[in-house]
């Protein structure tokens, strides 16, 4: 069954640096999203993308996150200076379809920021 | 903006029991998604409900939509150990957005 992988599983990084979270969504989806759950909360939307482009994007996607599909594969999202707040699972998503479509969630990578 | 109520946070029932969350959104949702995440795990779609007072069935599992499509709710008839885990309503808001808001999920233990 083809499933949205991420790597890598868990990252520490020091305050200040900048990171990559890397994603491969199912091949034949057009929709990906990426989320971040801080430890024991809820699940929050930051990002979600279409066709080369943000489509939407909350209040936590600030100015110093950004996506990128580098290649037909890979869904990165970086984070240019981590603050310790950015600490938390960030979990990569894909789609199908937009609307009224399960979305599959990768297993995530952790993010540990000191 | 849309939030997304879940209650209770926890539930700790003997197997066997029943079990139900319940999910308020403060805005009318286009519809509305359900989620279980198991203890380390990612977040698994069980189901979605598009229309007003939708019921949908799954096995043990038992979803409604109200038909003011603002409140949901999932029951789980005779647990199992297999289904603890953290359940999450996730609502679509529709008009233009399609932004997933999640609920604080309800955390459930079964105890054997």
């Known amino acids: 069954e083809p499933e949205v992988t991420q790597t890598p599983s868990h990252q520490v990084t020091q305050m200040g640096q900048e990171v990559i979270l890397r994603c491969v969504p199912i091949?034949?989806?057009?929709?990906f999203y990426w989320y971040r759950q801080i430890l024991g909360q809820k699940v929050e939307f930051l990002v979600s993308?279409?066709?080369?482009?943000?489509?939407?994007k909350s209040e936590i996607f600030d100015d110093q996150f950004s996506v990128e599909r580098p290649d037909g594969s890979n869904f990165t999202l970086k984070i240019r200076s981590t603050k310790l707040e950015d600490s938390a699972m960030y979990f990569c998503?894909?789609?199908?379809?937009?609307?009224?479509?399960?979305?599959?969630f990768g297993p995530g990578t952790r993010l540990t920021v000191l | 903006g849309q939030q997304v109520m879940q209650i209770p946070q926890y539930q700790h029932v003997q197997e066997g029991e029943d079990f139900t969350t319940y999910c308020n959104s403060s805005?009318?949702?286009?519809?509305i998604q359900w989620y279980k995440q198991r203890p380390g795990g990612h977040p698994v779609f069980l189901i979605q409900?598009?229309?007003?007072?939708e019921v949908k069935k799954q096995k043990r599992l038992t979803f409604q939509f109200g038909e003011a499509k603002k409140n949901s709710s999932l029951h789980i008839t005779a647990t199992q150990t297999t289904d603890v885990g953290t359940y999450f309503c996730?609502?679509?808001?529709?008009?233009?957005?399609?932004?997933?808001?999640f609920g604080k999920g309800t955390k459930l233990s079964v105890i054997p």
């Open positions: 998503a894909s789609s199908e379809l937009k609307t009224y479509n399960e979305q599959f």
């Open positions: 805005t009318t949702l286009s519809n």
């Open positions: 091949s034949n989806h057009l929709y």
């Open positions: 993308f279409y066709n080369n482009e943000i489509s939407e």
């Open positions: 409900l598009v229309k007003s007072g």
């Open positions: 996730a609502g679509l808001p529709g008009a233009g957005s399609y932004q997933l808001t």
